[in-house]
């Protein structure tokens, strides 16, 4: 078993929403690496959406590098910030970011309550993902959270998109698996309103480690700073072996969005 508490990267984070303290807290307990993943917010323009992509870059990522958390982003149009009008140049400007090896995947987007303007505005966000082959981090909402992720794989299925460039994020015990099995890699979000540190563990037990990525969520309500930190101990006593408590804590993320070991 580990000797010392494995490194972690957080797979989706909203550092906008906290402190330098809390950021400092993560570092402490083990967040080397992090992807900062674009947020909804109300009543979204296009010009307000790209100023988010533009705080998230020019901001976001320096500010948790000073902190000691090497950062990347993900960019895209969450299912519950698609503007009334311009969603066009907003994608049309989203290739521009995706320079420099720092903005490494497209999210998160996905569906939220559904219907046909969520589907359309992520039918056409896997579409530039295709183009671009691009890495896409997956929105699944809490409140039926099951038949929403069916829609997402049937609508993941008709995009073209390798399902090895999808993480649908926000799985749970009872949707994990169908991601799992049709290809795409599966986020756990070790939220309070999402999924337990302890029943995070039952599930890599269950399943073992390949394409699972940890994830907190953090500074999306009242999320837990330390989840990671938490499920990474639990992890570590679980009598799992120490290459699979690095895959799940660390590697995993690391080779979905391909910025090394």
Known sequence: MPTTPPPIFDAHLHPESLSDQDLESMRFFGVERALVVAHH???????????????????????????????????????????????????????????????????????????????????????????????????????????????ILTLLRQSGLLPSRALVDHANARTVRTILEVGHWAGLTLHPEALKAERAVVLVRRLGSERLVLNSDAGDGAGDILGLARAANLLAKASLSERIVRRITHENAARFFQVGG
């Open 41 to 151: 917010f109300p009543e979204p323009t296009s010009k307000a959406l790209l100023r988010h992509f533009d705080d998230l870059v020019e901001r976001q990522l320096p500010r948790l590098e000073r902190l000691g958390i090497r950062a990347y982003a993900a960019l895209g149009v969450h299912p519950r910030c698609i503007p009334r009008r311009g969603l066009s140049e907003v994608l049309s400007a989203l290739p521009g970011y995706f320079q420099g090896g720092r903005v490494v995947a497209l999210g998160e987007t996905g569906l939220h309550t559904g219907g046909e303007e969520e589907e359309e505005a992520f039918l056409e966000q896997l579409a530039l993902a295709r183009s671009l082959k691009l890495r896409v981090v997956v929105h699944t909402p809490t409140t039926d959270k099951e038949r929403h992720t069916r829609r």
